[in-house]
């Protein structure tokens, strides 16, 4: 199991902990357990926040490379946009905690996430682009979340992005001191979450959530297509994924 759910005594904090070295890489199968984990959360009538963790010094070096092949791409993207969608209609508040590197995947389960506290020395990125792909979970997240600008910035660049930077672009909520994640996740969860009403706090996230949720859908179902339709079919979009399997450098046609 790669995939670790735990309940507090009371029943309201759900923690979902992903765990396979070295690096958190999420492949076809975390996926599954990752959907059965959140569904089983979203059922508990007690619970009031959902809490996403990863094991390690890392949180993610994010999805699995090999997988985004021709031969397995489309089943690895639904695996991970049903986590996502999973994710975002999710009915009670949910939380991550984010250490270390946090690329590809691995940021947009992130993104699909309500809040977001990081370590100051985490790193955050989407580097599909300098393998000739593209992301399209947090393409559809940050599309839905207003962030185009931001989006541009990031997506199109896979350039690295610190905590203290996506602090001030609204990526992240709150900064943790390195070292400190884990006391100052569990601190937010008892100030803000653990004293509230469960029915009143899934009431309140289907009203911030329900239309949000129905708009990252459309925008995931599109990006998803775009992916198969119009990238896999070029040459570019499976030569860098080939030639970062092979340790090379790709060799692009620009086509």
């Known amino acids: 199991m790669t995939v670790r759910h735990d309940v507090s005594d009371d029943g309201a904090v759900h923690t979902i902990t992903i765990d396979q070295p070295p690096g958190n890489v999420i492949d076809i199968a975390m996926c599954g357990e990752l ?84 370590e100051e020395s985490a790193k955050l990125a989407c580097p599909e682009i300098q393998l000739g792909v593209i992301p399209p979970a947090a393409t559809a997240l940050l599309g839905a979340q207003g962030k185009s600008r931001i989006a541009e910035d990031i997506l199109l660049t896979g350039r690295t992005v610190r905590t203290n930077e996506a602090l001030a672009m609204g990526l992240v909520n709150v900064v943790a001191p390195d070292g400190e994640l884990g006391a100052t996740v569990d601190a937010y969860v008892e100030r803000h979450f653990v004293p509230r009403s469960a029915s009143s706090l899934r009431i309140a996230t289907a009203a911030i959530r329900d239309s949000y949720a129905a708009d ?23 030569e860098g994924i080939q030639a970062f399997i092979d340790k090379r450098s790709p060799a692009w046609k620009n086509a």
């Open 35 to 118: 959907e059965d984990a959140i569904a089983t959360a979203a059922d508990a009538t007690g619970g009031k926040v959902l809490v996403m963790r990863a094991a390690g010094s890392n949180f993610s070096f994010g999805a699995s490379v090999e997988e985004h092949l021709p031969e397995t791409a489309p089943e690895m993207l639904a695996a991970l946009g049903a986590v996502i969608r999973a994710l975002v209609r999710f009915p009670y508040p949910t939380l991550v905690g984010v250490q270390g590197n946090c690329l590809g995947g691995g940021l947009e389960l992130v993104l699909g996430c309500g809040i977001v506290i990081a």
């Open 216 to 238: 990252v859908d459309a925008r995931l179902t599109e990006a998803e297509r775009v992916y198969i339709e119009e990238l896999l079919p070029t040459h570019d979009g499976v």
